[in-house]
Each structure stands twice: as C-alpha cells, then as structure tokens.
C-alpha cells in the first residue's frame, strides 16, 4: 500500500545479477483478486514469490489461484487475517478513510507527513537518507491508486488455510517494531507451514527491505537457495 518500486530498490540491486527480479504492478485492479491476477500476468510460469505488507496479502491470493506456479513464498510484514470484524474493523474502515480524504483534500505529500513516521522505527525516522526516499515515493503516489488499495484490503479473506496447504519453501520476515502489529503474527503463521523460519529484525518497522537490507537479503539468499529454480526469477 503505497509503495511502488523503490521499496525493494536494495534487493533488486543485490539480486540483478543473479536473478530475473520482477516488481509487479496491479494497474487498475480494486480487489486482491484483480490484483493477484495482475501479477500472474506479468509472471513466468514458474517463479519465486515476495509479498510485503498488502502484497503479502495479494501473494496469498496468488497462491490461492495458481499455486502449481509458486516455488516458494516470502512474506514480510504481513498476515493471513481477514478484516476484523465489529468495531475494530469499523475503526480499521475509519482510520484509512481518513487518510484518503486528506489525501484528496491537501495532497499526497500531506498524506507522506502522516504516513511516513508509521513505517519507520522512530530511532530512525529523522535519518535524511532512509526518511527521504520513504516520503518520496508515498508522494508520487495517486489518491486515486490509494482508494484502489483500501478497497481491495477491506476485502480480504482469511488466508490461513492458504498457507497452510503451501508445498513448497516458505520465508517470514518482519521487523519487531512493526507499527501494525505484525511481529506477533510471524509465529502464527510458521505454525501453518512448520519449519519455516521467521526473521525477526530488531530495531526494524514495517519497512525491513529499506532498514535493514543486508539482513533481509541474506535471508532471502538462503530462502532462494532452498527453493532452488531452474530458470530464476522472483516476483516482489
């Protein structure tokens, strides 16, 4: 949500050389359906998949359509939840409506003031370098993409069963200080696919790929390894 390419610029720069590494775009697709379709469009037949955050969820529902395609699945800072239901989906509903309206009334580099600090472990929320780019690309977004995105989560399904049935190598990452809650879940999630492990990157927020590349691309290495294609490539 929010993001485009540069949240992953750190790994498609270490993994370039080695792999087929493909960013997916959902275009105008409103629902995690549409948006899962959409990537599968842009996909090999066979490929290595990294969801984060929503994309996490959208990696799910790829996994729901066509999970022959799939040979191995990386999720970071996300979750198999549906939407909560009763009044903390209600506020859920509330809070990122209030988002896009200031989004719509005073712009999308509004919305970066209010949105970055959220993503970012607050120790590091005034570094220039890693800030900057954060609220760049949350800016050069459109309220438009953003109606786009809430709709599809507030219609998410519960993906645990999803999960559960994956054959094939599994990674979970996340950073401890999440702002979402996410840490918690990781543990919840490697117990559907046992033996999958779980990185959890201390002093990290929501956005381990920007904070903490080193640690994550080690880990996707190791992961990559396990999966083993023949023909590389990797859908983020």
């Not at 729901?64 to 009044?87: F, N, V």
């Not at 490697?190 to 002093?203: N, Q, R, T, Y």
């Amino acid at each position: 949500m929010l993001s485009d390419e540069a949240v992953w610029s750190p790994q498609v720069a270490a993994f370039a050389g080695e792999l087929d590494v493909v960013v997916a775009r959902y275009g105008e697709a409103r629902t995690l359906t549409g948006m899962a379709q959409a990537l599968l469009d842009q996909a090999p037949a066979r490929f290595a998949l990294v969801g984060h955050s929503m994309g996490g969820r959208v990696a799910l529902e790829v996994l729901r359509l066509q999970p022959e395609r799939i040979a191995g699945l990386c999720l970071i800072s996300s979750d198999t939840l549906p939407k909560p239901s009763g009044e903390a989906g209600e506020a859920e509903t509330r809070g990122r409506q209030g988002l896009l309206a200031l989004a719509r009334e005073q712009g999308m580099a509004a919305l970066a003031d209010r949105f970055t600090p959220v993503l970012l472990f607050e120790d590091r929320r005034a570094e220039a370098a890693l800030a900057g780019p954060v609220h760049a690309m949350v800016a050069r977004q459109t309220a438009d993409a953003f109606a786009r995105q809430i709709e599809a989560g507030e219609g998410r399904p519960d993906h645990a069963a999803v999960l559960a049935g994956l054959k094939v190598p599994a990674l979970f990452i996340c950073g401890a200080q999440d702002s979402f809650g996410r840490a918690p879940l990781q543990a919840v999630m490697a117990a559907l696919k046992p033996g999958a492990p779980v990185l959890l990157i201390d002093h990290c927020g929501h956005l381990p790929m920007l904070e903490h590349p080193e640690a994550v691309n080690d880990a996707l290495r190791g992961w990559l390894a396990e999966v083993g294609l023949r023909s590389p490539a990797a859908i983020c």
